[in-house]
């Protein structure tokens, strides 16, 4: 069974710092990974799909990296602004289905 | 476009009551999907539908029963609901990238927020 993780579970940086978050999952047979942003009380927003045969996406400030054979992801930040804090969940879809990591929550302090 | 829409919000359900929480979608998407969201969990596939007349189980389908009887439309049902339904309910839909591959974006609702006391 596929298993996505996340770490950190949270994490706290001052207005400005770049930052990268982690997911990891356990099995690389993916189509894509998908990174979502969350904020309280609400739905998910897709932020950037990487393909299986991709390395790296790239929108605005943010950047996501694949490496499927060792079953790594990242997701880079720039120039963090405090619109940034929510929890930003990374999924992996094996076809019909999507795997989902339990997030990190990133606190941007003004 | 509305997108993804979920009715209701919110509801608090007394254990053994039954309800149907409704996702609707106005992407013309084929693949439908309903999660549940737990604290320290994550999201977790309840059940899925790769088209109209058709659904199948995901990771927890104890429990819940669903229909995709239009395409646009799929309705996750409760038959007799227990305080480990207590959750936040999340239906998203996806379509297939044209990249010649199986390949697939998903679009998700709001959310319900559902409480069984």
């Known amino acids: 069974k596929q298993e996505v993780t996340q770490i950190p579970a949270a994490l706290s940086v001052p207005e400005g710092e770049n930052l990268v978050l982690n997911c990891s999952f356990t099995d690389s047979a993916i189509y894509n990974l998908q990174w979502f942003r969350q904020d309280p009380g609400k739905g998910l927003t897709s932020l950037l799909l990487i393909q299986s045969s991709q390395r790296e996406q790239t929108s605005g400030r943010l950047n996501a990296s694949l490496d499927k054979s060792s079953g790594r992801s990242t997701l880079y930040i720039a120039a963090s602004q405090p619109g940034d804090s929510a929890t930003y969940l990374c999924a992996v879809n094996t076809g019909n289905q999507f795997y989902f990591g339990t997030g990190t929550s990133l606190t941007v302090i003004p | 476009n509305a997108g993804v829409t979920q009715t209701p919000k919110f509801r608090v359900l007394k254990t053994g009551q039954s309800m149907t929480l409704l996702c609707a979608q106005d992407?013309?998407?084929?693949?439908m999907y309903w999660y549940r969201q737990d604290p320290g969990m994550g999201l977790r596939l309840i059940h899925y539908?790769?088209?109209?007349?058709?659904?199948a189980k995901g990771e927890v389908p104890d429990g819940y029963n669903v229909s995709r009887l239009k395409k646009q439309n799929f309705l996750l049902g409760l038959e007799s609901a227990a305080p480990s339904q207590t959750s936040v309910y999340f239906c998203?839909?996806?379509?297939?990238?044209?990249?010649?591959?199986?390949?697939?974006?998903?679009?998700f609702g709001p959310g319900t927020r559902l409480t069984v006391t």
């Open positions: 539908s790769v088209g109209e007349g058709t659904t």
């Open positions: 998203a839909s996806s379509y297939p990238i044209p990249t010649g591959f199986p390949n697939y974006e998903q679009y």
């Open positions: 992407m013309n998407h084929e693949y």
